[in-house]
């Protein structure tokens, strides 16, 4: 796949230098993903030839396809309202909607005065939804038809309704103030009678969504019920717009890609291929926050220093415990995450997550405490040196278990993202309470 | 939510509890999603005397619904083997396939003597693809017509075909040996008038995938292409079944789940809301291979113990430096981590984003190595001591960054999985380098 890419992007290159039809011809061939794919695949300069020349269609079903992260907002800055215009008209409104909210307010205003009024007055209504809820991501293209059709008039209505390149999969049925009161598959509708009521084969939609819900919550919708397609209403019930399959796994694509970064923490804003710049400006907040309470776990070594004066190996005996903690609380961590993100418990449920936690930690950080105490003591020639050191990361272990479930949870609970920084909170937490358990004991029983 | 289910269990426990129909009476009212979900809240025994007074297509119906990690294979165990079969007649082939697969081998072939023969036949052939492919998570009942036909001929041939349960949303074109010649889509079949020969609005499938591709790759593709279905054919170009959306959604929530606790360290395989002995038995030989790795990175420290006891604030200093290592290697691995994961890039611009990342590194590197180097300075009266913090931190973090982007580039081009236990290699390293850094500087430059 990648030979391909390589070798179409180099036959791209030589088409851009000529002039003529070839380019155009060429490019028809290809489906809009595709193109999408190479125009990704060009440098800044080539891609504006490249937009130039294409027909406002054609670039409007690329610049569609192109993936979020490559910004096409900036791309596009370089071309004149009207050429904008033009594309974005050709464009579903959903996506019209994007690339127009991503343009700077004055030339947000420019290119919708240009574009024809129904339009814009669509995309104008799009905009002001926030882009992470229902109403940010839905499609206004719906397929609607009154429960009092018969399945033929209904095929009649949606061959008027619809327009050739936009897919649907779900049509829906609304009452007389275009309120949703169900669906029709267009499985069913097809093999249907046509002189079967619409009233027959309208089913209860097994879900439908608010324009104000949270994007995710309604991926979770659509893979519940495994719908294609859902309807969104507004607050008095009325079919506004459409969420399809295809925004969904968008969607759960770039929910992932933040959730491994925040756990990572890394600023959800980097963007996966962002320049050097902003990966830096995206990490170091982080990195600052993370050496501030580093220095707070380090501060009890210091504390302790006349202990460490007096038995050295102690020194090389801490990070080993620290770290064994970090690991063992980031375990706990991703699963307790990944159990938040998926399932819907009970707080009751949820609470019962950190007893499991805790019982885990008794036990792995028994067996590993063991390990490392018969390890200690080939070191240090004194058995309460290997009953310190068990001690010590066998606590830690456990704070480490039950810390990586509380967390996320209490995060939760508290209306906050469960993955944010968790793992800040819970690596200084093993950290502290690792040196002080070791270095606490040491300093009790073996001096 | 979470409310409405505990009413709903509460209810169907107290329905369980007595006899007649009101119990499946309720349940019909109930989408399917919805019954999984609360026989996912019952307990073992409840399940069981739940699952025996369901009908068979009502309990198909559930079963396929709930979540894998739920496992009803178990759950399964307890019926008789004509019990299974009757509920598994009543599944898609797929969901079928996937309860059967996770059956005891001698179980499996009891159930399968009691299914019809044609049915059998079709699960035992799915049973034969490995499950992470195309072919473990398709299904076999697919809607193909030959190209000849007319539309109007093409909606008749659909009629006799579908079944009155499984969706469907693509009508594939076939030639007469059954390879997959093309697609048309049920849309643009209810909008062609009656006499269109199907020809004319047969697409060319923008992919296809063979029965082998990993299910991962299949995902990808459907979503590059916005596709609600695609067709899944053996090495001769035949047409053996389809993948949909809702498959992909599955396949993309359940990678994701591995893909976090893979980047923690823990095995793939422990169910997020599995039991405790489980939990203990998946993370137990993770945490024995860092204790391994801890120790090697720690014996860097016990072979510097003279400089410790001279300067026994470097023990203090120590966890910073490594830790803070770990945290910018943890940054660019789980970016390199996404990236790889989303973006069919080529060798040479994955090797690139070293480069990136080394620079990364080099700069967020010297900020942070420049205030812990202040930092020092308050500590140890002694600038050298200042300087010796400084390069090993800036060292410590250029090493980090670029080894969080190598390690998973190098998994990938190796052909392994770019996250697994990569976390584990990272912060040993820089635990490594961060020690001996500090250390060996120390050493060199204050002793």
Redesign the interface.
Known sequence: ??DT??VRLDELRALLAVGGSALEERIDDL?A?DVA?LIEGLDEAERLVLLRRLRPEVAADALS?M?EVERPAELLLQLDPGQIAAIVEEMADDDAADIIGGLHPQLQAEVLSTVSVPDAAQIEELLTYPEDTAGGIMTREVLAIRESLSAGEA?AE??RQ?R?DS???TIFVVGPRRELVGVV???D???ADPDTPIAEITEDP?ASVPVSMDQEEVGRL?????L?SIGVVDGLGRLVGRVT??D???V??ME??E???R????SEE?Q??GS?AD??RS??P???A??FT??A???V??FF?DT??QI?????????I???G???G??A???T???IA??????TERWQVIG??L??GL??GF??GT??AL?GLL?ADNPLFGVVVMLAMWGNLIVASAAGAFIPILLESLGADPAVASSIFV?TLT?LVG?FLLLGLATAMLL
């Open positions: 796949m990648n890419r390589e489906h993903s794919d396809e993936e095929i949606i061959r619809a050739g897919d649907f999969y598959s267009l499985q509708l097809v093999l097994p659509l893979s519940r019920y495994n294609a399959f295809d969904v796994i968008d759960m694509e992932t890609t959730d491994i970064l756990f990572a923490a890394v980097e996966i291929r050097t990966a830096i990490r170091l982080w990195l600052i993370n050496l580093a220095v776990a380090a501060s070594v210091y220093q460490i004066e050295v190996v102690l020194a090389a005996v801490m990070p080993i620290a770290g064994m970090g690991n063992a980031t375990q961590l991703a699963v995450i990944r159990r998926l399932s819907d418990e009970s707080l499991k936690e019982m885990v036990v792995n067996v590993i390990i490392i390890a070191l690596t950290d040196f």
